[in-house]
């Protein structure tokens, strides 16, 4: 009879250690408008089954939410300025997450079917924190997470720091203006890939089609060539006739 060696079985803190640095908690992005907005507490109970990320709706509102990429999304309705139908219509455009409204007063009902129509996928109206909170783990369940994002863009010998809010070219740091950091790394997610320019004025300006002229994409796009440069390893922002820009790879 041949001995065989027991077969060792790990403790329960160690096993399936890649597993366990696989999971990526669920994301919360609230939404406001900076101005009379709540605290987070007063919004949705605190709990563990997810982390809740602050965002204002500033022109860089995209760039945030882009580089976080949340599996849901609560549109605080608290600064009674925000236009909420043009704002979910955006935030569908830009993001595959569920989009919950919460608003702290009665809504007209065509405030409400519009934000439904826009992209919404739920509208909370005079709940306390933990029913919002309820409706936010709803949402969470049918919404799968997310990976994480990677912590640089890297086309060619250009490298963007999406932690720091960087932007490296042939090893140096280069100023970058905000409206610039953000069309580099919108076409740095898809290099080689063809953006529409609309996608890019929603994106960097969260502008919804024939808001704003075309001729500030263009103009914005030169200041980018200028700042990129050029080089044997530069990636180039490229044309695509009758569709938009690309950030074309480098050849060499």
């Keep these: 009879m041949v001995a065989t060696a027991p077969v060792p079985h790990p403790h329960p803190s160690e096993a399936r250690p890649a597993a366990r640095a696989a999971r990526r ?12 907005r709540r605290d987070t507490a007063d919004l949705v109970a605190a709990n563990d089954a997810y982390d809740i990320v602050a965002v204002t709706t500033d022109r860089r509102l995209f760039d945030r939410l882009l580089g976080t990429r949340p599996d849901a999304v609560l549109v605080d309705l608290s600064d009674s300025a925000l236009d909420v139908v043009r704002l979910c219509r955006s935030l569908r455009g830009a993001l595959d997450a569920r989009i919950v409204v919460v608003s702290p007063s009665t809504l007209a009902d065509e405030v409400v079917v519009g934000a439904l129509d826009a992209g919404a996928d739920d509208v909370v109206i005079g709940a306390s924190p933990a029913v919002v909170d309820a409706r936010v783990r ?12 990677p912590l640089v863009l890297e086309v060619g010998d250009v490298l963007v720091d999406l932690q720091a809010h960087a932007v490296h070219i042939a090893g140096d740091v280069v100023r970058c203006p905000p409206v610039q950091y953000e069309l580099l790394v919108a076409l740095a997610r ?13 994106i960097v300006w969260g502008a ?45």
Excluded at 138 to 149: K, N
Aim: hydrophobic residues 40%; positive net charge; glycine residues 14%.
């Design 208 to 252: 919804a089609p024939g808001d704003v002229h075309p001729r500030r994409l263009r103009i914005a796009i030169s200041v980018l060539r200028g700042i990129l440069g050029i080089g044997p390893r530069r990636p180039r922002v490229e044309v695509v006739q009758r569709v938009g820009y690309r950030l074309a790879l480098p050849t060499g």
């Design 25 to 36: 908690a669920p994301v919360v992005a609230v939404v406001h408008g900076g101005e009379g």
């Design 190 to 202: 898809n290099p080689g890939t063809a953006i529409a320019g609309e996608e890019l004025l929603r």
């Design 138 to 149: 709803v949402a969470l369940r049918t919404q799968p997470p997310q990976p994480a994002l």
